[in-house]
């Protein structure tokens, strides 16, 4: 069992801590085994829109496999802010030095700022106050414009809603970006990525959208991507013929059903090489003969990722 620590802070907004804690239980509510705490200073916060809520002031014990995120606060600026306790200050910084995620949501990167998680690692928050961040934590890479950076066991994202994107992030990396969408599915959102991110996956990217019978089919080539799956068998197993398939496959993602695949294989071989495999053993890794196709199939991607592979091909 995975403990979801939300450490709360005065003024908590709450769709910063109600959109992760939803994306948590519908994973436990799909088997996997989480169990969501609250920690604050006090027994009780008063959330940013007036509710008020009940917490733990002792942290549980803790282990690698934890996770412990912060939601943001209503403030114009850091500066003014809610008081941060150092105790709750130590807490995260326990918690990470342990091998285990710390992450954030909106203004909370404030927190692990002064906690001395964001030095020299990427971060971002919300775009009012990306600035004062920089300003304050002269030594973290403030990123502007993406949804939410992960760096070294510091996951951090822009504002408000992003909070979900953030959490479907790290559902992916625990357990598959398929179990994200289904996830992403059940809460009815769109699963938002941005810039060039390895979670940016097209298992999410291109799920946008609310056509069952074309999300059927990508469960299914979701889970078989390195397998050859003819048209035909799709259709059947989707209820209708052939030209229907590839219609309402391609208004709903903009793709072709082969197309989705091979993006899919192109993406899971990226991610090998990133971690040191050859171009030709990721080929057959995820279902190409050999890395031709690959390397044609990867021409069009970006600079950033075409990087990657440098010194990498055989």
């Given at each position: 069992?995975?403990l979801v620590?939300?450490a709360?802070?005065?003024?908590v907004?709450?769709l910063?801590?109600?959109g992760?804690?939803?994306?948590f239980?519908?994973a436990?509510d799909?088997g996997r085994p ?6 604050a ?5 008063t959330?940013?829109?007036?509710l008020p ?6 942290w ?5 496999e934890?996770?412990v995120l912060?939601?943001?606060?209503r ?5 003014g802010?809610?008081h ?12 990470h030095?342990?091998g285990g995620?710390v ?8 927190a692990?700022g002064?906690a ?9 928050t919300?775009?009012d106050?990306q600035?004062?961040?920089a ?5 973290a ?6 949804l939410f ?7 951090t994202?822009?504002?408000?809603a992003?909070?979900i ?7 992916a990396d625990?357990?598959?970006p398929?179990f994200?969408?289904r996830?992403a599915r059940?809460?009815?959102v769109?699963s938002?990525r941005?810039g ?7 298992m999410?990217r ?7 019978t074309v999300h059927h089919?990508?469960?299914l080539?979701?889970a078989?991507?390195?397998e ?7 259709a059947v ?7 229907t398939?590839t219609?309402?496959?391609?208004r709903a993602t903009g793709?072709?059903?082969?197309r989705?695949q ?5 993406e899971?071989?990226?991610?090998l ?5 050859t171009?030709?053993a990721?080929?057959r890794e995820?279902?190409f003969g050999?890395?031709r ?10 600079p950033a ?5 440098d010194?990498?091909?055989?």
């Amino acid at each position: 069992m995975s403990l979801v620590v939300f450490a709360l802070f005065p003024g908590v907004h709450l769709l910063d801590l109600a959109g992760p804690a939803q994306v948590f239980s519908t994973a436990a509510d799909y088997g996997r085994p989480y169990r969501i705490c609250y920690v604050a200073e006090r027994e009780q916060v008063t959330s940013a829109q007036g509710l008020p809520l009940t917490a733990q002031t002792r942290w549980p014990e803790l282990c690698s496999e934890d996770l412990v995120l912060v939601p943001g606060w209503r403030t114009p600026g850091f500066h003014g802010g809610p008081h941060l306790d150092p105790d709750m200050l130590e807490g995260l910084r326990a918690h990470h030095a342990a091998g285990g995620t710390v992450a954030s949501v909106c203004s909370g990167a404030e927190a692990l700022g002064q906690a001395g998680l964001l030095d020299g690692r990427r971060c971002t928050t919300h775009h009012d106050l990306q600035d004062e961040l920089a300003a304050r934590h002269p030594r973290a890479k403030v990123t502007r414009d993406v949804l939410f950076t992960a760096d070294s066991g510091v996951v951090t994202s822009a504002g408000i809603a992003s909070g979900i994107d953030l959490a479907l992030h790290l559902l992916a990396d625990r357990h598959g970006p398929a179990f994200a969408a289904r996830v992403a599915r059940n809460m009815v959102v769109y699963s938002r990525r941005n810039g060039h991110e390895p979670q940016a996956s097209a298992m999410l990217r291109h799920r946008a959208h609310l056509d069952d019978t074309v999300h059927h089919v990508q469960d299914l080539i979701d889970a078989r991507f390195s397998e050859t799956l003819p048209l035909p068998e799709l259709a059947v197993r989707a209820g209708v013929s052939e030209r229907t398939l590839t219609r309402l496959f391609h208004r709903a993602t903009g793709l072709t059903p082969l197309r989705y695949q091979q993006t899919l294989r192109v993406e899971h071989a990226e991610r090998l090489i990133g971690h040191g495999t050859t171009a030709e053993a990721a080929a057959r890794e995820v279902g190409f003969g050999d890395a031709r196709m690959l390397r044609r199939l990867r021409a069009g991607r970006t600079p950033a990722v075409r990087e990657r592979e440098d010194g990498q091909s055989p």
